[in-house]
C-alpha cells in the first residue's frame, strides 16, 4: 500500500484530497495545525487514515516509509492570509523547505500546491504557464504571492540540486463541498449569503472576471499531474471565464434567494481577469475540467445545506 502526506490535509482541497487517495488504494497521513481546516473534514475517513495536529513550519512529525508528499499547506483565502501574514510566508518558506526535505529523504514524489496568484494582476489572458506575471512585491496580497512564488522556486531548486521528483500545481478558484461558509470567497460568500437573506457583496463594478474549478475536477487534475512525468509549473483550473456580477445572479437563481446584490470599493491590487490556459495540461495530462458552473453551485448548495441540517 503506497503512502501519502498530505500537508493542510483538513483543509478545503486537502480534504477532498485525502478522500480521493484513500480511493486509490493509498495510506495517508494528513499534517494540519488547524488554523483554516477542521476535524469535521476528516473525522468520518477510517482506515488508513492518520491526522497529525502540527504547524509544518515547525517540521514534519511523519515517521516510517512515504511515496509521495503533497503540501497544501497554507491559508488559500484573503481574509485568512491577510489576518495572518508571517504565518503565510512562513509555510510558503519553511514549511516548504521541510516537506521538500521529507520527500528527499524518502525519495518519494512531491507535488507543491501553488496558486493562479503567481501572475498578479495579469497583463497576458489567458495566462499560459510561460507568463512571469505582474505582481506587486509589497502590495497587501503579496504576503501569498511571494509565498507561493518562493515555495516554486524552491521546489524547482530541489529537483534541479537534489533530483527530487517535483510537480507544480497553479490552482485556479477552486469550490465545491467541504469550503466553508465563512471561507471568504466569491462563491462561498455569495452561497451563504443567498441562504441567509442578506445582501450579495459585490465588490467593484462586478466586470471583474474569475474561471472557477469545482473541486472534484481539481482534484483529477492534481492527481492526473501527480502521476504524469511533467516536472514544471501547470495550470489546473477551468478556463470557463465569468463576471463576478454573473456568477452572484447564478447564485440568486439556483438558491431562489430574493436578496438583492449591492456594491462596495474593489479591494486594491485585486486582479481585473483570471483565467488558465490549460493546453499544457490538456496536452500531457488529457485532463480537462466537466462540471459546469451552474451543476457545480448546485451541488455545492446541496451539501451547505445538508451540512447546516447536520448542525
Not at 442578506?198 to 499531474?225: H, M, N, P, W
Request: charged residues 25%.
Amino acid at each position: 500500500m503506497p503512502r501519502a502526506v498530505v500537508t493542510g490535509g483538513a483543509g478545503f482541497l486537502g480534504a477532498n484530497l485525502c478522500r480521493a487517495l484513500l480511493r486509490r488504494g493509498y495510506e495517508v497521513v494528513a499534517v494540519d495545525d488547524l488554523s483554516s481546516g477542521s476535524v469535521d473534514h476528516v473525522s468520518e475517513l477510517g482506515d488508513g487514515f492518520e491526522l497529525v495536529v502540527h504547524d509544518v513550519v515547525e517540521g514534519i512529525p511523519v515517521n516510517g516509509p512515504v511515496d509521495a508528499v503533497l503540501h497544501l499547506a497554507s491559508a488559500a483565502s484573503p481574509p485568512h492570509y491577510l489576518a495572518r501574514p508571517l504565518e503565510t510566508l512562513a509555510v510558503g518558506s519553511t514549511g516548504t523547505h521541510h516537506t521538500l526535505e521529507l520527500a528527499r529523504t524518502n525519495g518519494a514524489r512531491f507535488l507543491f500546491a501553488s496558486t493562479s496568484e503567481v501572475y498578479g494582476d495579469p497583463s497576458e489572458h489567458p495566462q499560459r504557464e510561460s507568463y512571469w506575471g505582474n505582481v506587486n512585491p509589497v502590495g497587501p496580497r503579496s504576503v501569498y504571492d511571494e509565498a507561493k512564488r518562493f515555495g516554486e522556486a524552491l521546489t524547482t531548486a530541489y529537483h534541479d540540486v537534489h533530483g527530487v521528483d517535483t510537480k507544480i500545481a497553479r490552482i485556479f478558484n477552486t469550490y465545491g463541498p467541504l469550503l466553508e461558509p465563512d471561507d471568504g470567497r466569491v462563491i462561498s460568500n455569495f452561497l451563504a449569503q443567498a441562504l441567509d437573506g442578506r445582501k450579495l457583496t459585490v465588490y467593484g463594478d462586478g466586470t471583474q472576471t474569475r474561471s472557477f474549478c469545482y473541486v472534484d475536477d481539481e482534484i483529477d487534475g492534481l492527481l492526473a499531474l501527480l502521476d504524469s512525468e511533467w516536472v514544471g509549473p501547470m495550470n489546473i483550473g477551468n478556463p470557463e471565464e465569468y463576471t463576478v456580477l454573473d456568477v452572484a445572479h447564478m447564485v440568486l437563481e439556483v438558491t431562489g434567494s430574493s436578496s438583492e446584490i449591492v456594491f462596495e470599493a474593489l479591494p486594491p491590487t485585486d486582479p481585473v481577469r483570471r483565467c488558465p490556459d490549460i493546453t499544457l495540461a490538456k496536452r500531457e495530462l488529457g485532463w480537462e475540467p466537466h462540471v459546469p458552473l451552474r451543476e457545480g453551485l448546485v451541488r455545492t448548495l446541496e451539501w451547505y445545506r445538508r451540512d447546516r441540517s447536520a448542525g
